[in-house]
T-cell receptor, first 113, second 109 residues
Framework: DTAVSQTPKYLVTQMGNDKSIKCEQN?????MYWYKQDSKKFLKIMFS???????INETVPNRFSPKSPDKAHLNLHINSLELGDSAVYFC????????????FGPGTRLTVT | EDQVTQSPEALRLQEGESSSLNCSYT??????LFWYRQDPGKGPEFLFT???AGEEKEKERLKATLTKKESFLHITAPKPEDSATYLC??????????FGQGTILTVHP
């Protein structure tokens, strides 16, 4: 069974479009995250939710909006996509929100043309 | 601003040739130092957490150590399957991890 899953794995779209990435974890964890990994492989936290409550909101454009319908799901919606949004987006989860090892999904490679 | 720097950026080893990867951190109040392994096209996989200077943890051919300014990942007698990108990350507050840029390790048979 996949612990943390993301869909889609690849996403190619044009500038100006709106797209969503879905994430689900079946580990029973309380906390979920979205990370962005750029072309230089830097992994940066974007958002974190604990029990459906937003606890980390880094400096991310308002075009990015996370939504957590329940503890097992955290989706990322992106409006008005720009070329600079091209990256690999990782979802992760952890048992608790602090000092807990994080389990990462396989990533979604977003390419904006 | 919290900063984590890893060196070298890339490391090529022969099978059996031991070496170390470095992770230097400048953060306000380190609460934990994490090591992850990332294979191409996959998400990072957790390896270790270190909480205080002097702490060491081992797993197969890997040993992680922590001082007040840096962490080392020692690889003893590596095998080709150890080839991956190794990431370290510092936890400072509210569960936020600040990652380094990673060290790409290649082990040749």
């Amino acid at each position: 069974d996949t612990a943390v899953s993301q869909t889609p794995k690849y996403l190619v779209t044009q500038m100006g479009n709106d797209k969503s990435i879905k994430c689900e974890q079946n580990l029973g964890h309380d906390t979920m995250y979205w990370y962005k990994q750029d072309s230089k492989k830097f992994l940066k936290i974007m958002f974190s939710y604990n029990n459906k409550e937003l606890i980390i909101n880094e400096t991310v454009p308002n075009r990015f909006s996370p939504k957590s319908p329940d503890k097992a799901h955290l989706n990322l919606h992106i409006n008005s996509l720009e070329l600079g949004d091209s990256a690999v987006y990782f979802c992760a989860s952890s048992q608790v929100w602090d000092l807990s090892e994080q389990y990462f999904g396989p990533g979604t490679r977003l390419t904006v043309t | 601003e919290d900063q984590v720097t890893q060196s070298p950026e890339a490391l090529r080893l022969q099978e059996g040739e031991s070496s170390s990867l470095n992770c230097s951190y400048t953060v306000s109040g380190l609460r934990g130092l994490f090591w992850y392994r990332q294979d191409p096209g996959k998400g990072p996989e957790f390896l270790f957490t270190l909480y205080s200077a002097g702490e060491e943890k081992e797993k197969e051919r890997l040993k992680a150590t922590l001082t007040k300014k840096e962490s080392f990942l020692h690889i003893t007698a590596p095998k080709p399957e150890d080839s991956a990108t190794y990431l370290c990350a510092a936890s400072t507050s509210y569960g936020k991890l600040t990652f380094g840029q990673g060290t790409i390790l290649t082990v040749h048979p």
